[in-house]
């Protein structure tokens, strides 16, 4: 289906589909990195997740071919929306606690919308304008209160924020390349492709498989099996269906979510600046989702 033709309610369904996957999942984080490292915890749910992928799409009859003018725009996708983004969220989060880290790597939508207009050609509406004017102000007010931990960890801060720009480059080479029907294995071969420079990154920074424990293994296979291999074939099915403006923005809901879910699991604060970033983003998804009503004839 082209943007025109997307059912808008099909949309919104997996926005929030999308939206409890992943904002859920980050405050899990706490518990799968209480015993495993970043690089290790990462390798195990990206090869998971490829696995899962790969045998979902066979079950379901899907070619695994990639046709010859396609390995390059899918090496590029894959650098940007999965390697750089989680080699660069892993040494974001050596420096900074993981939900502060997730926040930066939610400024995508700041980096998409240049980028959608450069590359794509989409024209910013005023409506669009101030949804990612909302959208941006949302983040923002979650960063509010750590701004002094970014201080203290430039590298972290900037190894957030490639973060998200690299995810915004990975979901441009995606929305302008014509994939040829390929389906759950373009997710598929994505998370395959990103695997190999994490699994360096493991071994020179980690080296052997740490002890765990039963709970830490069932969450980081839950995390690979829900929240990376769902969420992220829920995320590139929603790039295709909207404009890469509005499918950036459906993005800024899951650190709201991710704070709300570390209110009731942890009992960590929401105050004023967690509210105002919902309402931020609430009106956002709004005006970016839902078209104009259209004005009533003239008698």
């Known amino acids: 289906m082209t943007d025109r033709t997307a059912p808008p309610?099909?949309?919104i369904a997996l926005l929030v589909?999308?939206?409890l996957l992943w904002g859920t999942n980050w405050p899990l984080f706490r518990v799968a990195l209480s015993e495993l490292s970043v690089w290790s915890f990462r390798t195990l749910v990206v090869a998971v997740s490829a696995a899962a992928l790969f045998a979902v799409a066979k079950l379901r009859g899907e070619s695994l071919a990639v046709p010859r003018r396609l390995w390059w725009p899918l090496l590029g996708a894959s650098i940007g929306n999965l390697a750089v983004w989680n080699v660069a969220t892993a040494l974001s989060v050596l420096?900074?606690?993981?939900?502060?880290?997730?926040?930066?790597?939610?400024?995508?939508?700041?980096?998409?919308?240049?980028?959608?207009?450069i590359f794509l050609g989409q024209r910013f509406t005023l409506r669009m304008l101030a949804a990612i004017v909302l959208g941006v102000t949302a983040?923002?007010?979650?960063m509010v209160p750590n701004f002094s931990v970014y201080a203290d960890a430039p590298l972290g801060l900037a190894a957030g924020l490639v973060a998200g720009l690299a995810w915004a480059v990975g979901t441009v080479i995606v929305k302008r390349t014509d994939w040829g029907g390929m389906g759950l294995a373009?997710?598929?071969?994505?998370?395959?492709?990103?695997?190999?420079?994490?699994?360096?990154?493991?071994?020179?920074?980690?080296?052997?498989?740490?002890?765990?424990?039963?709970?830490t293994i069932a969450v980081s296979l839950y995390i690979a099996l829900v929240p990376m291999s769902i969420g992220t074939?829920?995320?590139?099915?929603?790039?295709?269906l909207l404009p890469a403006q509005v499918a950036g923005l459906s993005?800024?809901?899951?650190?709201?979510?991710?704070?709300?879910?570390?209110?009731?699991?942890?009992?960590?604060?929401?105050?004023?600046?967690?509210?105002?970033?919902?309402?931020?983003?609430?009106?956002?998804?709004?005006?970016?989702?839902?078209?104009?009503?259209?004005?009533?004839?003239?008698?």
């Open 17 to 19: 589909l999308l939206t």
């Open 139 to 142: 983040v923002v007010l979650l």
């Open 95 to 117: 420096y900074l606690p993981s939900g502060q880290a997730s926040i930066l790597a939610y400024t995508m939508p700041l980096w998409l919308a240049p980028l959608s207009a």
């Open 186 to 215: 373009l997710t598929a071969w994505q998370m395959l492709l990103c695997l190999p420079p994490i699994v360096v990154g493991f071994f020179v920074l980690d080296g052997a498989w740490p002890q765990t424990s039963a709970l």
């Open 251 to 299: 993005s800024v809901s899951v650190p709201v979510v991710a704070v709300i879910a570390g209110v009731l699991l942890f009992g960590e604060p929401m105050g004023p600046l967690q509210i105002a970033a919902l309402a931020c983003t609430v009106a956002a998804l709004w005006l970016a989702l839902i078209p104009p009503r259209a004005a009533a004839p003239r008698a």
């Open 233 to 240: 074939a829920t995320w590139f099915t929603l790039v295709h």
């Open 9 to 11: 309610t099909r949309a």
